[in-house]
C-alpha cells in the first residue's frame, strides 16, 4: 500500500534506492532526470501525469499515511479471518469512528482491497439497501420496464420487509456482456439465453448500449477473380531469370557462358 498500484515497480524503485527521502520537500524534483532515466532505460512508459504523480512527495505522503492506518488497523482486528465481509466493514468503520480518523473512499476501498479477496463461498457483499414505493416505484418499474416481481433481475433482491431492497456489490471479474438483437427485447433475451446459466446474473441498463454492429468483410468486401495459372506461372519463371542475372552480377559471372558449359 506504499506504492500506486499502477506505479508500484517505479515506486518501489524510488523507494528502494531514496527510502524516506521521497518524503521530503523538493527531493523528487531533484532526481527527476534519474527517475526517467531509469524508466527508458527498463522499457517503463510513463505519461504526464504518472510523471506528475512520482515527483510529487505530496502524493506519496498520501500513500503512506493510508499505509499507517491499514497497519493501525491490522493491530486492531487482528489475524481474524472475515467469511462475512459485511460484518468486517462494519468492524472497519466501528475502529475509524472511535478512533476519529478519517478517510477517503478511495483510501478505504484500498485498505478494504488489500486484505480481501473473491471468495464463492462467502456471503454477498452489500452495497446498499433501498426503499421503493409508491411513486418512486412505479417510475423505477417505467423504466426498466418490468413487474415488481421481476424486480430481482435487475439487481433488486427483496428483503422480508415490504418496499425494502438489497441491492449487492458484483464483482467485476465476472461481468460479462450480450449482444442482443435490435428487434428482440433485453429482458426476453436474458431469461432466455443467461438466466439458465447464470443464475445469480442481472441486468445493468445503465450500461446497455444501442446501435448497429456493421460486417465490413460481409458489405464491403469484393472478391477478386484469381488469375490463370498461366499468369502465374510467366510471373514466377520471369522472377527466376531475374534471381539468376541478380546473382550472376554479384558473383561477376556471364550467366550465358556458365549455361554454356
Same mark, same amino acid.
Given at each position: 500500500?506504499?506504492?500506486?498500484?499502477?506505479?508500484?515497480?517505479?515506486?518501489?524503485?524510488?523507494?528502494?534506492?531514496?527510502?524516506?527521502?521521497?518524503?521530503?520537500?523538493?527531493?523528487?524534483?531533484?532526481?527527476?532526470?534519474?527517475?526517467?532515466?531509469?524508466?527508458? /532505460?527498463?522499457?517503463?512508459?510513463?505519461?504526464? %501525469?504518472?510523471?506528475? $504523480? !512520482?515527483?510529487? @512527495? #505530496?502524493?506519496?505522503?498520501? &500513500?503512506?499515511?493510508?499505509?499507517?492506518?491499514?497497519?493501525?488497523?491490522?493491530?486492531?482486528?487482528?489475524?481474524?479471518?472475515?467469511?462475512?465481509?459485511?460484518?468486517?466493514?462494519?468492524?472497519?468503520?466501528?475502529?475509524?469512528?472511535?478512533?476519529?480518523?478519517?478517510?477517503?473512499?478511495?483510501?478505504?476501498?484500498?485498505?478494504?482491497?488489500?486484505?480481501?479477496?473473491? /471468495?464463492?463461498?462467502?456471503?454477498?457483499?452489500? %452495497?446498499?439497501?433501498? $426503499? !421503493?414505493?409508491? @411513486? #418512486?416505484?412505479?417510475?423505477? &418499474?417505467?423504466?426498466?420496464?418490468?413487474?415488481?416481481?421481476?424486480?430481482?433481475?435487475?439487481?433488486?433482491?427483496?428483503?422480508?420487509?415490504?418496499?425494502?431492497?438489497?441491492?449487492?456489490?458484483?464483482?467485476?471479474?465476472?461481468?460479462?456482456?450480450?449482444?442482443?438483437?435490435?428487434?428482440?427485447?433485453?429482458?426476453?433475451?436474458?431469461?432466455?439465453?443467461?438466466?439458465?446459466?447464470?443464475?445469480?446474473?442481472?441486468?445493468?441498463?445503465?450500461?446497455? $448500449?444501442?446501435?448497429? @454492429?456493421?460486417?465490413?468483410?460481409?458489405?464491403?468486401?469484393?472478391?477478386?477473380?484469381?488469375?490463370?495459372?498461366?499468369?502465374?506461372?510467366?510471373?514466377?519463371?520471369?522472377?527466376?531469370?531475374?534471381?539468376?542475372?541478380?546473382?550472376?552480377?554479384?558473383?561477376?559471372?556471364?550467366?550465358?557462358?556458365?549455361?554454356?558449359?
Amino acid at each position: 500500500m506504499r506504492f500506486d498500484k499502477q506505479l508500484s515497480e517505479v515506486m518501489e524503485h524510488i523507494f528502494t534506492e531514496y527510502g524516506d527521502k521521497v518524503y521530503e520537500n523538493d527531493f523528487l524534483k531533484s532526481i527527476s532526470k534519474e527517475i526517467i532515466a531509469w524508466c527508458e /532505460d527498463n522499457e517503463i512508459s510513463v505519461n504526464a %501525469k504518472a510523471k506528475t $504523480k !512520482l515527483l510529487d @512527495e #505530496k502524493y506519496w505522503q498520501k &500513500l503512506h499515511d493510508c499505509l499507517e492506518v491499514a497497519q493501525f488497523l491490522m493491530d486492531e482486528v487482528g489475524g481474524k479471518e472475515f467469511d462475512d465481509f459485511n460484518i468486517f466493514k462494519e468492524k472497519i468503520n466501528e475502529i475509524l469512528k472511535e478512533q476519529k480518523l478519517k478517510l477517503a473512499s478511495p483510501q478505504k476501498n484500498a485498505i478494504l482491497n488489500a486484505v480481501s479477496w473473491y /471468495d464463492q463461498k462467502a456471503v454477498k457483499v452489500v %452495497k446498499k439497501i433501498v $426503499k !421503493l414505493t409508491g @411513486e #418512486k416505484l412505479s417510475i423505477l &418499474l417505467e423504466r426498466l420496464g418490468c413487474t415488481e416481481d421481476q424486480l430481482l433481475d435487475f439487481g433488486y433482491h427483496p428483503t422480508q420487509k415490504s418496499g425494502e431492497f438489497i441491492i449487492y456489490e458484483a464483482n467485476s471479474d465476472l461481468r460479462d456482456s450480450e449482444s442482443v438483437p435490435l428487434n428482440d427485447e433485453i429482458y426476453r433475451y436474458f431469461i432466455a439465453e443467461v438466466k439458465p446459466h447464470v443464475d445469480e446474473a442481472w441486468i445493468n441498463l445503465d450500461s446497455t $448500449k444501442i446501435g448497429y @454492429e456493421v460486417s465490413f468483410n460481409k458489405y464491403f468486401y469484393r472478391q477478386k477473380p484469381l488469375r490463370s495459372l498461366e499468369k502465374v506461372a510467366s510471373d514466377i519463371i520471369a522472377l527466376e531469370q531475374k534471381a539468376e542475372g541478380l546473382i550472376a552480377q554479384i558473383l561477376g559471372v556471364d550467366i550465358t557462358k556458365v549455361k554454356g558449359m
